[in-house]
């Protein structure tokens, strides 16, 4: 099994750009929905966690 790369924030913010636009053209089935709103739970939670590291680090650099 082939080791899955890990995404990077631009990544993550492109994938969730394209499910913002599938959902507002209302072109996804009830089926399809379902999953798309749950990965784009996924993504948001991962640049969020992504940007408060970043922050974080960005006020720690900043102490020393």
Known sequence: MAKKKS?????AYEELQKISVQLESGEADIDELATLVNRA???VKYCQDKLRMT?????EEKEQ
Not at 7 to 11: A, G, N, P, V
């Open 41 to 43: 739970k996924e993504l």
């Open 55 to 59: 922050e974080e680090s960005l006020k």
């Open 7 to 11: 995404q990077s924030y631009k990544e």
